[in-house]
């Protein structure tokens, strides 16, 4: 589900300030958040002992990690952007990030992204999108950045 085609990188100009749009929905399940947990060490209790959580979290079970939540951003900008002459994609960096809200493994995610800046570099155009994840029915979004990318075409 390809919202944004373009054929250069550079192509990218055209819809500064605009937005792309939305993914698909996707469930942020526990598999996943233990995964993570297992990739990164951090197996805090919020994150990987449902039982506890149930009892204890102010969420009533656990939460997918922030960082897991970030990690979900290239995927989805995937799903939006096709550049057909393209060599490369490199993730640059992020120019702001936040997590104003929670993610209980369980909730689907989907991102909404808009285009902030295109610029053409030697060998590279770098553009940077800025991005919002939201979760189904909850009205603040879980992870709100400027992600920066580098494409090589």
């Known amino acids: 589900m390809t919202v944004l085609s373009v054929e250069r990188p550079e192509d990218l100009e055209e819809y500064i300030g605009r937005e792309i749009g939305a993914t698909s929905w996707t469930e942020v399940t526990q598999q996943q958040v233990d995964a993570f947990a297992d990739a990164t060490g951090d197996r805090q209790w919020i994150h990987c002992d449902p039982k506890r959580a149930k009892q204890e979290s102010p969420y009533g079970a656990t939460i997918a990690h922030g960082f897991f939540t970030l990690s979900l951003i290239p995927r989805f900008l995937m799903e939006l952007v096709s550049i057909k002459d393209l060599k490369m994609a490199i993730n640059y960096g992020l120019n702001r990030l936040r997590f104003p809200n929670a993610v209980p493994v369980g909730a689907h995610v989907r ?3 808009r285009v902030a800046d295109v610029l053409t570099l030697t ?3 770098q553009a940077v999108f800025r991005v919002n994840i939201e979760v189904k029915g909850q009205q603040k979004p ?3 950045a400027e992600m920066v ?3 090589c075409g």
């Open 123 to 125: 060998g590279a155009v």
């Open 149 to 151: 990318m580098r494409f």
């Open 142 to 144: 879980a992870c709100v």
């Open 111 to 113: 991102m909404v992204a």
